[in-house]
């Protein structure tokens, strides 16, 4: 089985073969691609592709070529990424610590000036304790640079109804962002209840949040995500909670969070990218690649976080790329610096 990869500037093939085998196969098809590049004399060329089909060998040890069905070994054209949209947990951070190869690619993109923003579902934190996070991990990302989706869904109701007022459970991150857009939180007939994660779920402020449902407040939650990480476990997250408000109020949330491709268009508007050269990096099928391929971005997951390669075909559509971490990424930045 070969199938093709995308890679930033030459052609490259990815095969499903073991050892000297594949070896031998990846050595005369970067010869090929080199006679093939239209890219300067013919010696160079073929170095260069040689290059990128030795930088992508660990992936195929890793068994990442196992998602190549089928494939017929063809020249791939090549989209430019002139932005970034990257998913914070299970690509840069996991469990307060930091992924390898994610502060290099952090201050990779910083140091040659791309756009980029990082992104979560977690509604909780400000911008700055996010950052402060990663700092502490060794991820250097300056808190502008971060979008959250207690931005977006602050950012969606002040277009949708500018100044209106809400019932908001949820912490610092979502009612800084509300406040900081214009809206008033009240108990009082507010034009939405806003659900987003807390650690600290009351049944008083359910109760509430239910009745002003049943009395015509529209409702909206940052994130459909039904559970989330800890060192413990899994811990009971916005989904779970809006499930049972929705059961009690007969009446499901406008969620606004991954994969909702809200999310992604917010972060492009921020950014003032086009989706046509941004490229999402996430870690889950069901949120990143998902809500990247509806917003028309290409998509790269990485297989350090949730997602195992072999989960990946149960999915009914797949990744533009896959790695095994962000620092393959970081590798290939490197690699463009020196070509
Ligand atoms: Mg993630």
């Known amino acids: 089985m070969i199938c093709n990869r995308e890679v930033p500037s030459v052609l490259s093939f990815g095969l499903a073969l073991d050892g000297g085998v594949s070896n ?10 080199g006679r ?11 170095l260069d592709a040689l290059r990128f089909t ?9 068994g990442a070529s196992r998602l190549c069905h089928h494939g017929v070994a063809k020249e791939v054209t090549l989209k430019p990424t002139a932005a970034w949209l990257i998913d914070m947990d299970g690509v840069l951070v996991r469990e307060e610590h930091a992924i390898d190869g994610a502060g290099r690619f952090i201050g990779g993109l910083e140091q040659r000036g791309i756009p980029f923003l990082v992104l979560t579902n977690n509604s909780m934190y400000t911008r700055r304790d996010l950052a402060a996070r990663l700092v ?25 109804r500018p100044s209106g007022s809400a019932y908001v459970i949820g912490e610092a991150g979502l009612t800084t962002a509300l406040y900081e857009a214009g809206y008033t939180q009240t108990d009082r007939a507010p034009d939405y209840v806003v659900l987003g994660e807390t650690r600290t779920y009351s049944f008083e402020r359910i109760t509430t949040a239910v009745r002003l449902i049943r009395d015509g407040a529209r409702f909206i939650a940052t994130n459909p995500d039904p559970t989330g990480p800890s060192a413990e476990g899994p811990l009971p997250a916005t989904g779970s909670v809006a499930a049972l408000i929705s059961h009690a109020t007969g009446t499901t949330p406008y969620f606004v969070g991954k994969p909702n ?8 508007n921020r950014l003032g990218a086009h989706s046509e050269t941004t490229t999402m990096i996430g870690d889950r099928m069901d949120t990143d690649v998902l809500a990247g391929l509806e917003s ?12 195992q390669s072999e989960d990946i075909e149960r999915h009914p559509y797949r990744p533009t790329r896959v790695v095994t971490s962000v620092a393959v990424l970081a ?4 690699e463009l610096e020196q070509a």
Request: aromatic fraction near 6%.
């Open 331 to 334: 590798d290939e930045l490197d």
């Open 36 to 46: 093939r590049t239209k890219k300067g004399p013919g010696l160079q060329s073929r």
């Open 54 to 62: 030795l930088t992508l060998w660990p992936l195929e040890m890793n």
């Open 296 to 307: 028309g971005l290409q998509t790269v997951l990485v297989l350090s976080g949730v997602t």
């Open 261 to 268: 491709p809200l999310m992604i268009r917010t972060a492009l």
């Open 24 to 33: 031998r196969l990846n050595l005369v098809l970067a010869f090929y691609a």
């Open 136 to 160: 502490a991990n060794g991820v250097m990302v300056p808190e502008e640079s971060i979008w959250t989706s207690a931005l977006a869904t602050a950012r969606f109701l002040a277009n949708q």
